[in-house]
């Protein structure tokens, strides 16, 4: 059977277009059409003139719901994210482990890989966010489980995980080189992030090989006129960037500063966490964002779509192009070959919303997962 939605607003690629249809059958988009000229024999779905969008992918987010799984990681900590962020539009995420003990790490790494086989489909891989990092700019992160890395002991996380490890945030450039090479021997994306590099060191080890830089700004050196730090040496290499998006983490000034200088580099993360009152990250929300017990900003209470809306409405990005990053890039960076665009062939996982960004329906793999009116 080949579904059809119609009446609405096609956002891929770049551009916002009316008058078409997307012919899905399976788990894939057969074609986008005209709305004119359907096909005799589909299932005809009216959308109201709502806006379609590739499913937002977020490579970056601790916990949803109710369980941070970022600090007391387990196969239910997972079910619940994949339900909770499938009703945000979400449709593939990284879910993530910061600093810890070696007991949380494999843990984690232990649920993710036991999760897998039965998972929805939007839960992706994991990303572990240290414990590689540097203790000069530790955020939030205990610098008691901050370390060097072993080569040793980053074999056992990833031939333990069995593919399951597909991005690590390390500081690079207090690494030894066969660490480095082992991660991309893997095809695991490196991120800098919690780093403390020298402009020259973040010149030699961007897009060689370390391809990504995490959260832009946040616990790295701020540029200096006469020590510039990491954040140049990304504008001029232009690896791909994530960005907190909502303002607390990063005001929007300087969002609209590193769009201009890494323009379909740029990408968004939510950085998201949830209240904990256990384990190495007690998160306690705070009005609009969450803080440690110390008083240190935490992660971010955002969503995807939120990080779009303020794109949009805070940083002047139209409106596709935030849905670009907020899709497109992530699956680029995270070699998603069949996501983020919606074309003949690209999988059927797509957000529908409002002009008030309010999330009406949620497709996975062609199925409706999420309808806001049932």
Not at 60 to 83: K, R
Not at 117 to 136: D, I, M, S, T, V
Not at 269 to 277: F, L, Y
Not at 346 to 366: C, H, P, W
Request: some cysteine.
């Amino acid at each position: 059977m080949v579904t059809a939605l119609h009446n609405l607003q096609l956002i891929t690629n770049g551009t916002i277009v009316s008058g078409k249809a997307i012919l899905i059958e399976g788990d894939v988009i057969k074609a986008v059409t005209d709305a004119g000229q359907l096909p005799a024999g589909v299932k005809s779905i009216d959308l109201n003139g709502a806006y379609v969008a590739p499913g937002l992918i977020d490579l970056q987010i601790y916990g949803a719901g109710t369980q941070l799984f970022g600090g007391m990681p387990s196969v239910e900590a997972l079910a619940e994210m994949e339900d909770v962020l499938l009703k945000q539009g979400t449709t593939g995420f990284f879910p993530t482990i910061a600093t810890n003990s070696d007991e949380v790490v494999l843990q984690g790494i232990d649920a993710c890989k036991a999760y897998m086989p039965q998972a929805k489909g939007n839960f992706l891989g994991l990303h572990l966010e240290g414990p590689y990092l540097n203790p000069k700019r530790k955020g939030a992160h205990p610098e008691e489980y901050i370390k060097k890395a072993t080569l040793a002991e980053l074999k056992s996380w990833v031939e333990r995980g069995e593919g399951i490890i597909k991005m690590m945030t390390i500081a690079p450039e207090l690494q030894d080189a066969e660490v480095v090479d082992y991660l991309a021997s893997q095809n695991i994306i490196i991120s800098a992030g919690h780093t403390d590099a020298t402009y020259h060191q973040a010149s030699q080890f961007l897009n060689n090989p370390v391809a990504a830089a995490t959260h832009l700004f946040n616990a790295m050196p701020q540029m200096h006129h006469r020590e510039p730090g990491i954040v140049p040496a990304i504008f001029e290499q232009r690896p791909y960037t994530s960005i907190v998006a909502d303002g607390i983490h990063v005001s929007f000034p300087m969002i609209a500063l590193a769009k201009r200088e890494l323009g379909d580099k740029l990408f968004f993360i939510t950085d998201a966490v949830t209240i904990a009152s256990e384990g190495a990250y007690q998160h306690q929300l705070k009005g609009d964002r969450y803080v440690m017990p110390n008083g240190t900003l935490s992660g971010s209470a955002l969503t995807m779509l939120k990080c779009v809306e303020n794109g949009v409405k805070n940083v002047g990005i139209s409106l596709p192009e935030a849905i670009n990053m907020a899709s497109l890039y992530p699956a680029q960076l995270a070699s998603l070959t069949k996501n983020g665009k919606i074309e003949a062939g690209y999988l059927a996982d797509l957000i529908i919303f409002n002009d008030s960004f309010a999330v009406a329906k949620t497709i996975l793999r062609g199925e409706i997962v999420y309808n806001a009116n049932q």
